[in-house]
T-cell receptor, first 116, second 116 residues
Framework: GDSVTQMEGPVTLSEEAFLTINCTYT??????LFWYVQYPGEGLQLLLK?????DKGSNKGFEATYRKETTSFHLEKGSVQVSDSAVYFC???????????????FGKGTLLTVNP | DGGITQSPKYLFRKEGQNVTLSCEQN?????MYWYRQDPGQGLRLIYY???????QKGDIAEGYSVSREKKESFPLTVTSAQKNPTAFYLC???????????????FGPGTRLLVL
């Protein structure tokens, strides 16, 4: 079945540090890939997505590139801010023909804390 | 503003009691979903509905029930059969596309259910 593996947190950084959160996946088909962010006590917000190999999703200074050869979709940001403190989820949506392409499969999430 | 609303924000359940979580969307989306989030875990799909008057079980449907009588509403009932209901519940919606793997799911703010 499909699965998503994220680097375990928590990740603690100082403001303006470089961020990488690793995400790798296993899928039966050729999935779309997503990063969602969850601020404390809130629901999930879509951060960025990519639907095919070599696509780069970007938003609010965050970027992730769909790497089919390494089955990865690592999230990066060049200079984090305190306001980026949140839980980040990597997810995939498969395009297999078995009728389950409605489903988002999530990683366990990575807690990021940015200190001033 | 278009969006998804969930109520209440916090809900307390007594032993043997059924409780219903509300989810309403004004995005005119056909598809709606319920997910459960436990600490340190990714989201798991409870039920989903692709169209009014139709819904399907997700990965962890036991102890839950849903209805979809209106396009904008998808309430979730946590029954007494659900022995471990304490969790954060998230509702989502999407607009089905021909290429379903490209669909983006949008999430509500969540309801936290606690057992007394």
């Amino acid at each position: 079945g499909d699965s998503v593996t994220q680097m375990e947190g928590p990740v603690t950084l100082s403001e303006e540090a470089f961020l990488t959160i690793n995400c790798t996946y296993t899928a039966t088909g050729y999935p779309s890939l997503f990063w969602y962010v969850q601020y404390p006590g809130e629901g999930l917000q879509l951060l960025l997505k990519a639907t095919k190999a070599d696509d780069k999703g970007s938003n609010k200074g965050f970027e992730a590139t769909y790497r089919k050869e390494t089955t990865s979709f690592h999230l990066e940001k060049g200079s984090v801010q305190v306001s980026d403190s949140a839980v980040y989820f990597c997810a995939l949506k498969d395009r297999n023909s078995g009728g389950s392409n409605y489903k988002l499969t999530f990683g366990k999430g990575t807690l990021l804390t940015v200190n001033p | 503003d278009g969006g998804i609303t969930q109520s209440p924000k916090y809900l307390f359940r007594k032993e043997g009691q059924n409780v219903t979580l509300s989810c309403e969307q004004n995005l005119n989306h056909d598809a709606m979903y319920w997910y459960r989030q436990d600490p340190g875990q990714g989201l798991r799909l409870i039920y989903y509905s692709q169209i009014v008057n139709d819904f399907q079980k997700g990965d962890i449907a036991e102890g839950y029930s849903v209805s979809r009588e209106k396009k904008e509403s998808f309430p979730l009932t946590v029954t007494s059969a659900q022995k471990n209901p304490t969790a954060f519940y998230l509702c989502a919606s999407s607009q089905p596309r021909t290429e379903m793997f490209k669909e983006t799911q949008y999430f509500g703010p969540g309801t936290r259910l606690l057992v007394l």
